[in-house]
């Protein structure tokens, strides 16, 4: 078995590797170019939803502005017939509202620019006059603005001869209260450009690529790298080409192929260009490349090596491994001893073999004796499940209210007893929600209290966030009953109460269920759940059902005392409804 080994790794994977690595690693830079493409593109989609979102908010705010009734107030104010007091609380008010907005992180400064005749204030402050608006570069710009806003490109307010950040703008107009057509005043939002150069940033996936956003009129608005776009900018024609291009498209760039990829900006005349050289894929492919044939040139010659050495020993334990674990097969648990051979891997999995043979002997004697207990378990279940006890009772109860004409009554108890069945039915889940388990439970004591002559007074207190997982159907019903039936009922009074109440403990919900019966004396409580119990049938078969489900942490925990009460604890792992 060594000489085969060794011979079927030569001729099997070491010629066949060498022969096909040439067409295997085009193939594997055929599928990197597509991961490195794939990639790109979440990062261009991230980058551009991210810009978008930015200036959305950006927008949004512009719109309150714009629609702020007490701002319009303001500005249609009529200086002639207005006491000057008021103008100058106007104006203070004015600029109270606009620097409320200013909090915003990426907002820089926010200007009103309103009739000349209002109290207004001089330069860039909040409030500024339209005659100061007109002078502006970006107002000669404003008028040919087809959407709501203009986005202002940075050339119109940073000064080239000055080294500042580049300052990003909006503007739009503020039209009145009721003539909407009528222009009262005018609104510029500045954000700071590195706010979308560092987004841009981020879209850039391959290094060398270049990412930029460019205006309705091809101005730069922002770049990752003016050194690039002054080799791989597109031209007019060529964004317009892209508009409708969901994909990459490949053009011909300063002589080489580029993948390219653009989107407009919603709201905007922002479009997002993203350029990727293929030279620069090809970069990223070719390092792989290399560490890809240097592992190859170190692993054939050292595997061969390293199988020639340990051949021998791997073969002839391997080969007493193998017929031990057919053994398995035929239900024979034999053990391996390796003790006379050197500490190694093969020993360390001779080792973890006995393990689990000795585990799969003991589980399979546990599964026997899990798989009777389950089916005992399933009867008992549907022996819960359809009390013929209750069932009569119920059914005499209406016979007996027929004779006595209570038609309204019959409806009612028939109504709640169809409900209960269809409930405990639940369309053959054996899991429900925790909301129509307790639906469950107070159709019950809705039945029971027409039959009592003393009705029980039943509470629940559950939150909405807790009705929604899931718990074994008809755990509580059998639990409510024990304390109707055999708390309450043997009270001399016939009163009691039973409070049921539910609570997120981290990864368990708790559901206690309180009752001012009479009981149980300390034996008893410390028996209930055992199995030669023979009281505490339902309790017990609950009990198993919840260890089943969940783990040995779940399960029910009871404490009682005479003449006091009983209280039932039940505690299930989180599992929310799908």
């Not at 200007?111 to 502006?136: F, T, W």
């Not at 080969?319 to 020993?347: A, Q, R």
Request: charge should be negative; aromatic fraction near 8%; hydrophobic fraction near 40%.
């Amino acid at each position: 078995m060594k000489n085969q080994l060794l011979i079927s790794y030569i001729v099997l994977i070491a010629l066949p590797l060498l022969l096909f690595s040439q067409l295997f690693f085009r193939e594997v830079s055929s599928l990197l170019e597509e991961k490195i493409i794939y990639s790109a593109t979440q990062a261009f989609d991230q980058g551009t939803d991210y810009v978008a979102y930015k200036i959305d908010k950006i927008i949004k705010i512009s719109d309150q502005i714009a629609v702020d009734s007490r701002v319009k107030e303001i500005l249609e104010r009529d200086v002639d017939v207005t006491q000057k007091r008021q103008l100058l609380e106007d104006h203070y008010d004015l600029k109270e509202r606009i620097k409320s907005y200013e909090e915003d992180q990426d907002i820089k400064d926010i200007v009103v620019y309103i009739n000349p005749q209002l109290p207004h204030d001089d330069m860039e402050e909040e409030v500024n006059s339209i005659d100061y608006a007109m002078k502006q570069h970006w107002y000669s710009q404003l008028p040919g603005a087809g959407s709501r806003v203009f986005m202002v490109p940075p050339l119109f307010y940073t000064n080239p001869n000055i080294k500042e950040e580049p300052i990003l703008s909006l503007a739009r107009r503020i039209t009145g209260s009721t003539d909407y057509v009528k222009v009262i005043g005018y609104l510029r939002i500045d954000f700071a450009g590195s706010t979308v150069g560092s987004i841009l940033t981020y879209a850039n996936a391959i290094h060398g690529s270049l990412t930029y956003i460019r205006n309705r009129d091809d101005r730069i608005v922002s770049s990752t790298n003016m050194e690039l776009l002054s080799q791989y900018q597109l031209s007019l024609q060529e964004v317009e080409w892209m508009v409708d291009k969901a994909q990459w498209e490949v053009l011909i760039m300063n002589n080489e192929p580029c993948y390219v990829k653009t989107r407009l900006i919603p709201d905007t005349d922002w479009t997002i260009i993203t350029i990727i050289p293929k030279t620069k894929i090809y970069e990223e492919v070719a390092g792989l490349v290399r560490l890809m044939y240097i592992f190859l040139l170190l692993i054939i010659p050292a595997a061969i090596i390293f199988s020639i050495f340990f051949a021998n020993q791997i073969t002839k334990r391997l080969s007493v491994l193998s017929g031990k674990m057919k053994l398995v097969t035929e239900n024979i648990y034999d053990e391996i001893n390796f003790d006379d051979k050197p500490s190694d891997e093969l020993s360390e999995l001779a080792g973890s073999y006995n393990f689990m043979v000795k585990r799969i002997e003991n589980l399979a004697k546990s599964q026997y004796q899990l798989g009777l207990n389950m089916k005992s378990t399933e009867l008992e279940l549907l022996h819960a499940q359809i009390n013929p006890h209750f069932l009569y009772n119920t059914m005499d109860m209406i016979n007996w209210m027929s004779y006595e004409n209570k038609g309204e009554e019959i409806r009612k108890i028939t109504r709640a007893l169809s409900t209960f069945y269809k409930l405990s039915l639940s369309r053959g889940e054996s899991l429900i929600s925790i909301k129509d388990e307790l639906t469950h439970v107070g159709l019950y004591m809705e039945i029971q209290n027409h039959r009592l002559e003393k009705p029980i007074d039943y509470r629940v207190y559950c939150p909405r966030d807790l009705q929604m997982y899931l718990i074994p159907k008809i755990t509580l019903q059998p639990i409510v009953e024990n304390a109707v039936v055999h708390g309450i009922l043997n009270k001399k009074d016939k009163e009691g109460i039973i409070t049921i109440s539910c609570q997120d403990d981290k990864e368990q919900i708790k559901i206690t269920i309180k009752d001012n019966g009479v009981g149980m004396p300390l034996e008893t409580l410390a028996s209930i759940l055992l199995e030669d119990h023979e009281k505490g049938f339902g309790l017990r078969n609950i009990h198993a059902r919840l260890l089943l489900t969940y783990n040995e942490r779940c399960g029910l925990y009871i404490d009682s005392k005479e003449n006091e009460g009983t209280t039932v604890e039940v505690r299930l792992m989180k599992r929310r409804m799908v």
